[in-house]
């Protein structure tokens, strides 16, 4: 079974700075996605991020990027000229590949993440 | 771009007492997922469906059962609550088709049931 670990409980930053979210994950496969989710304070789960595995570019959304790791299977966030509205739980998410059908995500437990103004 | 939509987004039941949540997928997915998520927890995955069809189950109480309409929407059958079901529900849809916007899952804003 798939794991996926999030080592940092809590991080805070000040406004504007750059932010490093980390993820380690456990898995045979060799064909997965990896997902970076944000829950604000409103607690509704947000997509930021997304990555397959077979790609060896990072995935970049905005201020939003990544660095994959694969055969180190690690998968970290980074957050550039942080925002308060950034201020919120970011958990890691792992799944497999099929072609069709169902395959649930598996997330890491949560890193807990606070913007300073 | 439409969400996935879920009714009720709060409810209030006594032990005991049974609750049904609702899930709209966005249009044209055809999986849907729920998960569970307790204060200060990560999101517990329940069950699955694709196409009308159970796909998996995770940590789902007997006492839980689901199912997916001809339309593709969802519902969560909670019944015999207990203080402890008291959760945040997420229902989440994806295209599993194996299309191009596939492989991605989008989540509601949630249902909050409180059991007294």
């Known amino acids: 079974a798939q794991t996926v670990t999030q080592s940092q409980p809590e991080m805070s930053v000040q406004e504007a700075e750059t932010v490093t979210l980390s993820c380690t994950y456990d898995?045979?496969?060799?064909?997965?996605?990896l997902f970076w989710y944000k829950q604000p304070p409103s607690r509704q789960m947000i997509l930021v991020i997304r990555?397959?595995?077979?790609?060896?570019q990072n995935a970049t959304e905005n201020r939003f990027s990544v660095n994959f790791q694969k055969a180190a299977k690690s998968f970290s966030l980074k957050i550039s000229d942080s925002q308060l509205g950034d201020t919120a739980m970011y958990f890691c998410?792992?799944?497999?590949?099929?072609?069709?059908?169902?395959?649930?995500?598996?997330f890491g437990q949560g890193t807990r993440l606070t913007i300073n103004p | 771009a439409a969400g996935v939509i879920q009714s009720p987004r709060h409810l209030i039941k006594e032990k005991r007492e049974t609750a049904t949540l609702k899930c709209y997928p966005i249009?044209?997915?055809?999986?849907v997922y729920w998960y569970q998520q307790g204060p200060g927890q990560d999101p517990q995955f329940l069950i699955s469906f694709y196409e009308k069809m159970q796909s998996d189950k995770g940590s789902i109480p007997d006492r839980f059962s689901a199912q997916q309409f001809s339309d593709y929407h969802s519902e969560l059958n909670m019944s015999s609550l207990e203080l402890g079901d008291s959760a945040l529900y997420f229902c989440?849809?994806?295209?599993?088709?194996?299309?191009?916007?596939?492989?991605?899952?989008?989540f509601g804003e949630g249902s909050w049931l409180t059991v007294v």
């Open positions: 249009p044209r997915h055809d999986t």
């Open positions: 990555q397959e595995a077979y790609k060896q």
């Open positions: 998410a792992f799944m497999n590949f099929i072609i069709q059908g169902a395959q649930k995500l598996v």
């Open positions: 898995t045979s496969e060799n064909n997965y996605y």
């Open positions: 989440a849809s994806e295209d599993g088709t194996g299309s191009l916007t596939g492989n991605t899952i989008y």
